[in-house]
């Protein structure tokens, strides 16, 4: 049997050497705000009982990988201060080639230097930061240097109030059981964020009325501008309540799955390290811990789906209030959308049109290996060949040094900025129990860089997921030398779109690709972990048009129940599935599926950029296997854009187009089975050679 941990006992304090936090953000933090997100008996009468009080988080195992004993520890030293400074539109220019290292790029990543806040600051409260707020609410602007002062002095203060959050952020990440660091968030969004938002409204409506003198700026803040104008449409006060209460809940499920554990012998595991079990030689074995996984999923379902219906009905009375149909419609307008629905459902028919027969034939290729009559759910991550699982280290450490030395073989530059990542010791790779699931790189807006998350098990989708953030890590380093945090690598809307984060992400995992013999000393395990991304890369795609159309249809039927729901997440991922592989027995499997995805919870309608960043990525592929140098100078050229060009030149400048069509995918897609059968009889070379 599985389990989902109790959190609401879990309080261990942080020691000396672990993630710190400000003390004073922990005791603002009320204790209602601790009750009111905790998860409990009351709440969710199944879950199972377990204390772990007094566990230092940094110290937790990570069954499948030898843990490492890194302390994780934030370097975040007070900025120090300069002297303010004539100023003008032009000298707040953007990072010349000349500037950067053998015109490449570098890390940026250090103390910030304040000219509009004090240097000692520290954000936690409203209180903190409201007299800069109305600050530049009151200030008069009547010239083009006046608005430059003024925009800089802005950037400074979101800057700050980004990197504060973004720390408790992480701190929670890194322990969804201490009750301090939830309850930090929870306040932190609510009596920080939200005052700050409508603050944030206030002064963009001054950025709006200076239309006039923008225009004079570097065209990057006139089409800033036109991105505010069109926000503007869709903003409601009473939304930016009703935001926070959704944050609140979203953390619910933050909360649930991170707490999920796997009965396997005699000790709890980590889903993540139960999934690397899936690829053992040992049919048997395969499928007693793919139901095991299933038992802590099927215990939380109803919960989830109760956290869901509360979501999607908050989100749409944010829609109703903004006078917009459905909530579909209203977070296309909040993100810009250079793009519409029909043109989101007509890539997800060109993803299974093309993408779905050439996974077919790789499947069936896979059961015939095996010997197979047809394939279950726990037949696609074995080797069909009889070689054990792939292992790239045998510490998340280790995984992420080997990374490191892969990067800085690829372009020494990208090697310094996951180095200072490192030496800064602002990553945590480990897996562990009650940490949050999945990877991510928090942009650090004010002292620059990101802080690099992962959960690392040793297999080789942690050498994908290390590149991808990489790529995010990258895309932060080198955009905070930009003038604004309007054109740098952010998480929020307002800023650099995810069509065009992603991109950089997605580029690095390719790219990575052709350097795996620093993970793999074998030549043979080199080319079956280019395969298995190869495979990874086709079946995201599939999972990208799913999650996108169940989005589409959940939000604009906001009166569903949650059988509704099931039945329409059944509906839609069966035209992107295939078919032939055997789910007899396993129906409530596929129902609940979807609720693996965060972003389904926390991000809606952020997941089909990943299908449009992932075929320009591809096109990025097929330019560095023909021109390795050429297309690293035109990615970090495109990199060094931020957000100051539209989408689309962005795209051009990387070597790739920002299309939608069928014909795009189908001539992507072509290259990418061309290189996976190329990659086969390589294989096949190779063993009859050996």
Known sequence: MGKIVDLKNNNSLIEPGSVSMPASSIAAAPDSASKKHS???????????????????????????KTTTASLKSFLSP?????????????????????????????????????????????????????????????????????????????????????????????????????????????????????????????????????????????AYAMHLLRIERAREAYRHENTLIEEEIKSIAMEYKKISGSMMVKWGDEFITIQAAEKILGSLERSTREKIFHEIQSPKKEGEIFISGVFRRLVSKRHQQAKNANYKNYRDYIFKIYNRVYTPEECARLRDGIAEEVLPLVKSINNRRREKLKLGRLKLWDMNVDVDGKPPLSPGDTAENIFNKGIACLSEIMPSFGDILNTIKAMKRFDVESR??????????????????????????????????????????????????????????????????????????????????????????????????????????????????????QHEVYTNPQFTDEDVMKAWEKIIAKFSDNNIDRTGLEGVKRREWQKQPHVFSDPFYYIEYAMAQLGAIAVWRNYKNDPKNTLAKYQEALRLGYTKPIHEIYETAGAKFDMSSEYVSELVGFVGLEWNKIQQELALLKHTM
């Open 433 to 550: 129990e009650g940490k949050s699931p999945g990877s991510f790189s928090y942009p650090l807006l004010e002292s620059g860089g990101s802080f690099f998350y992962g959960n690392y098990t040793g297999t080789h989708y942690d050498v994908s997921e290390f590149f991808h953030e990489t790529g995010h890590a990258i895309h932060s380093s080198v955009t905070h030398g930009l003038e604004s945090t309007m054109f740098k690598n952010s998480l929020s809307a307002e800023q650099t779109p995810q069509e065009v984060a992603e991109l950089f992400a997605l580029v690095m995992e390719f790219i990575g690709m052709e350097h795996y013999d620093k993970f793999y000393s074998d030549p043979i395990d080199v080319l079956r972990a280019k395969s298995q991304q190869i495979e990874r890369v086709l079946e995201f795609l599939l999972w990208i048009a799913a999650i996108d159309g169940f």
């Open 79 to 219: 900025p120090s201060h300069v002297e303010d400074e004539e100023i003008s539109s032009h000298s707040l220019g953007f990072p010349q080639a000349s500037s950067l290292r053998d015109s490449s790029v570098v890390a940026t990543i250090g103390k910030p230097c304040r000219q509009f806040l004090p240097k000692n600051l520290e954000i936690n409260s409203w209180g903190d930061v409201e007299h800069f707020f109305k600050n530049l609410e009151r200030r008069r602007i009547f010239s083009e240097r006046d608005l430059v002062r003024w925009l800089r002095d802005r950037s400074e203060l979101d800057a700050a109030i980004s990197e504060a959050a973004a720390w408790k952020f992480i701190h929670m990440s890194c322990n969804t059981g201490n009750a301090n660091f939830s309850a930090a968030v929870n306040y932190f969004s609510e009596k920080v964020i939200q005052p700050a938002a409508e603050c944030s409204h206030n002064l963009n409506e001054i950025f709006i009325n200076k239309k006039d003198l923008v225009n004079k700026l570097k065209p």
């Open 39 to 65: 998860i409990s008996e009351e709440n969710f009468p199944l879950l199972k009982r377990r204390n772990m009080n007094g566990l230092d988080y940094s110290q937790r195992k990570s069954p499948g990988l």
